[in-house]
């Protein structure tokens, strides 16, 4: 992953949960940098959310504050005064003010924080601290990730290189409803905050808002975007070609993060495009999509490797899509069509099927028929691991 100037990040473990492992994360920015941000949409949002959302309206951070192994969600105001002790002691450090740091937190619901074991680490992860820190950073956030999740990106903009390198966590209670678990991405770009929020935004509505693993928004959600201005390239303007090469530049990483996520899924063992073509809009495109990302029994033949199309036909039949003409709608495994004319395709053989469902990655297809609206989701199978992994997740 390539550094990016301005962006210094440091871990180390304060075994918060289990010892010596990393979990906890400081992130340092550049006087001057701008940050957004989004959240989760969950009412019972966790602790560090509600700190992190009011202290980001006050006023742009110099730190983010991360730690591992407790969501400090659930956990009522003593939840949300530990996470504003843990950024007093940080801007205690750091010589700034309480609200120019921002926390996130990640793990187990309905715990109180170990607030020394994490505030006697914080010195050690500023030690730390280092443009190149992104990979230990990587691994530092994950709680039952299996892998590290990190993308890098450069592009040219007026003949100056300009950066985007991000990581994220995240494998169950996925659902996002607005970004992942946890993501941050920084870039040295110069951007002015209303329009680094509108790039954030657009590229979490087409990344980290079209993954689920299991249909759960977690309460601690949150993805935040960092411009640290040190590039050369001019400031970013909202219209023109130099915002168009960045949003899309933003977009792929995100993506690649958010695709990582589903490839990580708790148990998973097949990565799921689910993609829905000719819908009259993006609400019932994603209606359908998600209802079948979202079934059980979709999931469980996925895990099977089992062409059980019925179950994909039921779930589409129950989206709540509205005057839908069964006739005029196709479905499909990859190039392989199951459905058509209301009924199994005359030519679909359940060796073909076979063929496709043994894959590690495959495609269902929908067409409705209906518009020209086109949208898709990414999702993963659910297996006897997932139910295994969430049965002992507190042992």
């Known amino acids: 992953m390539h550094p990016v100037i301005g962006f210094r990040l440091g871990t180390t473990s304060a075994g918060i949960k289990t010892t010596g ?4 994360v400081v992130m340092a920015m550049a006087a001057g940098s701008t940050t957004a941000a989004v959240f989760t949409q969950n009412a019972f949002c966790a602790a560090p959310v509600i700190v992190a959302r009011e202290h980001l309206g006050q006023q742009q951070p110099a730190y983010l504050l991360v730690n591992t192994g407790n969501a400090n969600a659930g956990t009522g105001k003593a939840g949300v005064r530990d996470a504003r002790q843990c950024c007093a002691a940080l801007a205690d450090y750091c010589g700034c003010s309480v609200q ?3 926390p996130f937190s990640t793990g187990v619901i309905g715990e109180p924080l170990p607030l020394e074991k994490i505030l006697s680490s914080l010195p050690f992860a500023l030690e730390k601290l280092d443009e190149h820190g992104w990979e230990a950073a990587a691994t530092g956030i994950l709680t039952t990730d299996t892998v590290p999740k990190g ?3 450069k592009i040219h903009l007026d003949g100056h290189t300009v950066t985007i390198t991000g990581i994220a ?3 169950g209670m996925i659902r996002p409803d607005m970004a992942t678990m946890l993501a941050f991405i920084a870039t040295d770009a110069a951007i002015e905050y209303d329009v680094l929020h509108e790039c954030l935004r657009a590229a979490v509505e087409r990344s980290f808002n079209r993954i689920t693993v299991d249909g759960d928004t977690s309460t601690n959600d949150a993805c935040v975007l960092v411009a640290t201005g040190k590039s050369l390239a001019p400031v970013l303007e909202r219209d023109g070609v130099n915002h168009e090469l960045f949003c899309a530049a933003l977009t792929d990483v995100c993506t690649q993060l958010a695709q990582a996520i589903v490839k ?4 998973a063992t097949r990565f799921v495009t689910v993609a829905v073509d000719n819908g009259r809009n993006t609400r019932e495109c994603l209606d359908v ?3 079948i990302a979202h079934s059980p029994l979709v999931k469980t033949a996925l895990f099977a490797g089992d062409p059980n199309w019925g179950r994909i036909l ?4 129950r989206s709540g899509i509205t005057g839908l003409d069964l006739d005029n709608v196709q479905i499909y495994l990859d190039d392989v069509c199951i459905v058509r004319d209301g009924g199994r395709a005359p030519e679909y053989s359940e060796a073909a099927g076979q063929q ?3 894959k590690q990655e495959i495609t269902i297809r929908v067409v409705l028929n209906q518009g020209v609206c086109t949208e898709s989701v990414w999702t993963c199978d659910l297996s006897y691991d997932y139910v295994k992994i969430n049965a002992e997740y507190r042992s």
Request: net charge negative; no cysteine; aromatic share 4%.
């Open 264 to 267: 990580d899924g708790e148990g």
């Open 169 to 171: 966590k995240g494998s």
């Open 289 to 291: 999509a998600y209802t």
């Open 100 to 102: 120019s740091v921002l």
């Open 314 to 317: 039921a779930a589409v039949g």
């Open 151 to 153: 993308a890098s990106k």
């Open 356 to 358: 496709v469902m043994d």
């Open 21 to 24: 492992r990393p979990d906890l």
